[in-house]
Nanobody, 127 residues
Framework: QVQLVESGGGLVQTGDSLRLSCAAS????????MGWFRQTLGKEREFVGG????????TYAGSAKDRFTVSRDNAKNTVYLQMNNLKPHDTATYYCAADQATFSLFVRRADSEYVHWGAGTQDTVST
């Protein structure tokens, strides 16, 4: 059974940092494109960043390039989203996702390309 469990969200102030974790079971994260998405109430889910299978190349949405970092710990089978200098508009539910096992070296950006999803973790950034 495949499970993705996010953790690390919470209530922070503008300028603070958070590190989200995605602990995986039932899959080996290094064999998947692993993506982070976020969704605000009333809006569509959007891609934030991700890490590819294999050597772990990273890709980010333009709005996240300078502040967010995606990484993977193969020994722990866990992926992370480091978020720095948070802003109120970063407030959202953050989701971890995995595609099907692949030899591709590229990160998938579209949520329709992912087949495994975590339940999400809430990040709230106050002014």
């Amino acid at each position: 059974q495949v499970q993705l469990v996010e953790s690390g969200g919470g209530l922070v102030q503008t300028g603070d940092s958070l590190r989200l974790s995605c602990a995986a079971s039932g899959i080996t994260t290094s064999r998947h494109s692993m993506g982070w998405f976020r969704q605000t109430l009333g809006k569509e889910r959007e891609f934030v960043g991700g890490i590819s299978a294999g050597v772990g190349k990273t890709t980010y949405a333009g709005s996240a390039k300078d502040r967010f970092t995606v990484s993977r710990d193969n020994a722990k089978n866990t992926v992370y989203l480091q978020m720095n200098n948070l802003k109120p508009h970063d407030t959202a539910t953050y989701y971890c996702a995995a595609d099907q096992a692949t030899f591709s070296l590229f990160v998938r950006r579209a949520d329709s390309e992912y087949v495994h999803w975590g339940a999400g973790t809430q990040d709230t950034v106050s002014t």
